[in-house]
């Protein structure tokens, strides 16, 4: 544009000035666009078609492996704003699009440049925003096609279900550099492969394949991989596709009755159970699943 300009008279620049000013600021809104998306860790990508309602939060920081900083705290934080009250949305999908990496955990070089009053905020912070992930009211699969160590592992433990390629690699390694799990690893990993496992785990740094995390139960499904390092998140979008055909109040009520029910005694589980079932009777969705049982049709729920 300067260089045309240039060329100009001075007369005629100014009737040109006039002419093409309105479009400087919006070439420069432009650049700052493109060079924001340049940056971003993480985005959050909403699918259409035959997906229509998934969304997928991609990690996207190749250069670190995506390793979890400041800048992916705070974009994490973003994301999970936009999704909490989206009743358009009725599943999230986690994944990387670095090849061979989910997430590497702490940004250790990060990490060792803060002062040490700020790393127990840090961490504080990194726990709340896995623990925001874990409170979405919609089903969140996390797609583990590559590593996932240390918080990469714990913002998958985070997710409601994990499908990971078989050649993945995942652990909670923190105790290798004299530290432990501190953004929910500690709490959750017992709560999903047992406390003895779990320990033996933590202890030991382990990292173990996709075939072994499926095996004890730490993922769900271990896939093949294929030659596009998608496999995982292909299944994924598999799942989320059959999730987002069901009714939509429910799904979010069921989530909720386990995720509470699993923190008390059995029998005050069962009436979390019954106080969650009763908010299903008066919807429209509901009517309208009887409705296409009885017409042998498939139901079109409308989240009402």
């Known amino acids: 544009f300067c260089n045309i300009v240039i060329l100009i008279q001075p007369m005629a620049f100014a009737a040109f000035y006039k002419?093409?000013?309105r479009a400087i600021p919006a070439a420069r809104a432009a650049r700052r666009w493109f060079t924001l998306a340049s940056e971003r860790e993480l985005r959050l990508d909403r699918l259409d078609g035959e997906y229509q309602g998934v969304a997928v939060l991609v990690m996207n920081r190749p250069a670190k492996k995506n390793a979890i900083g400041r800048l992916f705290i705070s974009q994490m934080e973003e994301c999970l704003a936009q999704l909490k009250h989206d009743l358009s949305v009725r599943g999230v999908i986690l994944r990387s699009e670095v090849p061979g990496t989910f997430c590497s955990g702490a940004d250790l070089k990060e990490r060792?440049?803060?002062?040490?009053?700020?790393?127990?905020?840090?961490?504080?912070?990194?726990?709340?925003?896995?623990?925001?992930?874990?409170?979405?009211?919609?089903?969140?699969?996390?797609?583990?096609?590559g590593t996932a160590l240390g918080g990469g592992l714990e913002v998958a433990l985070a997710c409601?279900?994990?499908?990971?390629?078989?050649?993945?690699?995942m652990g909670l390694v923190e105790t290798k550099w004299a530290i432990f799990p501190g953004g929910g690893g500690t709490q959750r990993l017992p709560r999903v492969v047992g406390i003895g496992?779990?320990?033996?785990?933590?202890?030991?740094?382990?990292?173990?394949?996709?075939?072994?995390a499926a095996i004890i139960g730490l993922v769900e499904e271990a896939v093949p991989q294929n030659s596009d390092s998608d496999a995982a998140y292909l299944k994924a979008l598999q799942i989320a596709k059959e999730i987002s055909s069901k009714g939509p109040i429910a799904v979010r009520l069921a989530k909720q009755a386990i995720n509470n029910g699993m923190q008390v005694d059995l029998s005050t589980a069962l009436r979390v159970e019954e106080s969650y079932y009763a908010l299903t009777i008066p919807t429209e969705d509901r009517v309208e699943g009887l409705k296409a049982f009885r017409e042998k049709r498939e139901p079109v729920y409308k989240g009402k």
């Open 19 to 21: 002419t093409h000013s």
């Open 112 to 145: 060792a440049e803060m002062k040490e009053e700020e790393v127990g905020p840090f961490v504080s912070r990194l726990r709340k925003t896995v623990s925001d992930l874990a409170d979405l009211p919609v089903p969140v699969i996390a797609a583990i096609d």
């Open 197 to 212: 496992k779990a320990k033996e785990l933590i202890f030991t740094a382990k990292v173990l394949s996709g075939q072994e």
């Open 160 to 169: 409601d279900i994990r499908i990971a390629a078989n050649t993945a690699k």
